[in-house]
DNA sequence: TAGGCCATCTGGTCCT
DNA sequence: AGGACCAGATGGCCTA
């Protein structure tokens, strides 16, 4: 749908979208919507113009004031109101084309504005070429994985994979949700969303069997009744790999709720340098040396993981996953980097 | 076929 | 005056 190719620079750092289209490109654009026109039609932009102005000069002797020449119920004529310009051809061809013209511009503005979107894609997890987030989905999902980062940098700690995916799916649709899944591949039916777009735990954490907790209890959380797990709160922090983690690392945690954390001026906090290592990558080379796994994940349908999906987590899959600290180095990106190319 | 998503057109408003 | 921005309307395409 999009008319222009999408691979266009960097566009959100540009302050007006549509303002970074020259004017040189939409001729293009306008020509298209001029050849519609039944006059003019082997006339270039500037053409036009002049002639428009010159019948502009002959307008003014031309247009006539007009009052309402419609006879009222007693038959007389309107004299009230305001007085209007009689239409002149040249008029209304300038009319016209100016209204062209502001179509070009507004096709070329959206496509700014849909550039920027695309590039927002890229950057937010689970980005697919084949099954592109809707506009709306791309903007909660971006607006929920900076707050997750965010609480990520402002906690200092290595992420709880469950509660960060809870937090990225925040508010998403089923499908989305269904898709981020995909991309971590973990099986969607762990982090059911409920009505109000909340996204709960209602079961074992897929990886539970990879990082078994250090607790007596393996198959309750810390926080969690032995053997139930109460969906209805949301999801806390395990132990994992012998790290320990805040139970209430992401409690009260919201995207729609601004951060705990960042009640201070520096809100909130990107200290990329200070603790990520946060490389921004050609998106060709994601794949490759991203500093999070999850971007450019291929998810071949928008088929609901259920069960047997093939994202199911399995004790042989790799924590799909390599959000981490500098100061924390972890398991090669290598190995997991074939599960998410596109 | 209904609903979601999208591109485009259009008129209004605001700003320079 | 002209351009940017915005929101409503409309029609096309796709999918469940």
């Not at 690392?249 to 705990?260: H, M």
């Given at each position: 749908m999009l008319?222009?190719?999408?691979?266009?620079?960097?566009?959100?750092?540009?302050?007006?979208?549509?303002?970074?289209?020259?004017?040189?490109?939409?001729?293009?654009?306008?020509?298209r919507d001029l050849g519609r026109r039944?006059?003019?039609?082997?006339?270039?932009?500037?053409?036009?113009?002049?002639e428009l102005e010159d019948e502009d000069i002959s307008e003014r002797e031309e247009d006539e004031d007009e009052r309402e020449g419609e006879p009222d119920a007693n038959g007389l004529a309107k004299?009230?109101?305001?007085?209007?310009?009689?239409?002149?051809?040249?008029?209304?061809?300038r009319v016209k084309v100016r209204r062209q013209e502001a179509n070009a511009?507004?096709?070329s503005r959206m496509h700014g504005l849909n550039a920027a979107l695309e590039s927002l894609r890229k950057v937010v997890p689970c980005y697919?070429?084949?099954?592109?987030?809707?506009?709306?989905?791309?903007?909660?999902?971006?607006?929920?994985?900076?707050?997750?980062?965010?609480?990520?940098?402002?906690?200092?700690k290595r992420p709880d994979l469950l509660a960060f995916v809870q937090t990225l799916c925040k508010g998403l649709s089923q499908p989305t949700t269904n898709l981020v899944a995909g991309c971590l591949q973990l099986n969607a039916r762990n982090f059911l969303t409920d009505h109000n777009g909340d996204v709960m735990f209602s079961g074992r954490p897929p990886y539970d069997s990879m990082y078994p907790y250090s607790g007596s209890d393996v198959n309750a959380p810390p926080g969690h009744s032995s053997g139930t797990v109460d969906s209805s709160k949301p999801f806390r922090h395990y132990n994992y790999g012998g790290a320990?983690?805040?139970?209430?690392?992401?409690?009260?945690?919201?995207?729609?709720?601004?951060?705990?954390h960042l009640d201070g001026p520096l809100s909130p906090p990107m200290n990329f340098n200070g603790i990520f290592?946060?490389?921004?990558?050609?998106?060709?080379?994601?794949?490759?040396?991203?500093?999070?796994?999850?971007r450019y994940c291929g998810v071949p349908s928008r088929a609901t993981l259920g069960q047997n999906s093939?994202?199911?987590?399995?004790?042989?899959?790799?924590?799909?996953?390599?959000?981490?600290?500098?100061?924390?180095?972890?398991?090669?990106?290598?190995?997991?980097?074939?599960?998410?190319?596109?």
């Open positions: 008319t222009l190719p999408i691979d266009e620079p960097d566009m959100m750092c540009e302050p007006r979208f549509g303002a970074n289209y020259p004017r040189e490109t939409l001729p293009e654009n306008l020509e039944d006059s003019h039609e082997e006339m270039s932009n500037s053409d036009m113009r002049e004299m009230r109101g305001p007085r209007r310009k009689k239409q002149s051809k040249g008029r209304h061809e511009r507004e096709r697919s070429k084949t099954q592109k987030l809707s506009k709306i989905e791309t903007l909660r999902l971006a607006k929920n994985y900076i707050w997750a980062l965010s609480e990520t940098l402002s906690a200092g320990a983690y805040d139970a209430g690392y992401y409690e009260n945690a919201s995207p729609e709720g601004g951060s705990p290592s946060l490389k921004h990558d050609d998106p060709s080379d994601y794949s490759k040396s991203s500093p999070y796994g999850m093939m994202y199911r987590a399995s004790p042989e899959a790799r924590f799909p996953y390599d959000l981490h600290l500098r100061s924390q180095p972890y398991q090669p990106q290598a190995e997991m980097h074939g599960s998410f190319h596109n």
